[in-house]
């Protein structure tokens, strides 16, 4: 199989870095999907979430509240204003969707966008 690297930056350093399958990101004009060898483009991201299938299959999330990204065929990078990475068991895990809800509803002014970042991380948080 595959992979690229993914690069995930905020102003407060690297949120993410490392070798993926694929990636879902929340762009302006809907959510895309980037596979290895993908067509390169350079896009504005809306506030939402960011799906990552990581080199070893396993999942990982990240809300961000908006951001622009550069795919190329074998990396995408992203650079974020502020992002959560939802990750870590009990406690830790609710606690990281509580910031990953707050973060995105406060950037975007989309209800759909809301709607659908909500969904994504409350079903995250059924799968933790």
Same mark, same amino acid.
Do not use: C, R, Y
């Given at each position: ?8 930056? #905020? ?7 490392? !070798?993926?399958?694929?990636? =879902?990101?929340?762009? *302006? ?28 299959? #396993? ?8 951001? #622009?990204?550069?795919?190329?065929? #074998?990396? /995408? =990078?992203?650079?974020? !204003?502020? $992002?959560?990475?939802?990750?870590? *068991?009990?406690? !830790? /895990? ?21 709607? *659908?970042?909500? $969904? ?9």
């Amino acid at each position: 199989m595959e992979k690229m690297k993914l690069e995930l930056v #905020t102003p407060n350093g690297i949120i993410f870095s490392g !070798d993926i399958k694929s990636a =879902t990101l929340p762009g *302006s004009e809907g959510e895309f999907g980037v596979l290895p060898e993908h067509a390169g483009t350079v896009t504005i991201l809306n506030a939402g979430v960011i799906e990552i299938v990581k080199a070893d299959g #396993t999942e990982e999330m990240v809300a961000i509240n908006w951001g #622009t990204a550069k795919v190329e065929e #074998t990396k /995408i =990078t992203v650079l974020a !204003d502020g $992002a959560v990475a939802i990750s870590g *068991s009990g406690g !830790d /895990i609710a606690k990281s969707l509580e910031e990953a809800k707050a973060l995105v509803q406060s950037m975007s002014n989309s209800d759909v966008a809301i709607a *659908s970042a909500t $969904a994504k991380l409350e079903a995250a948080a059924k799968a933790f």
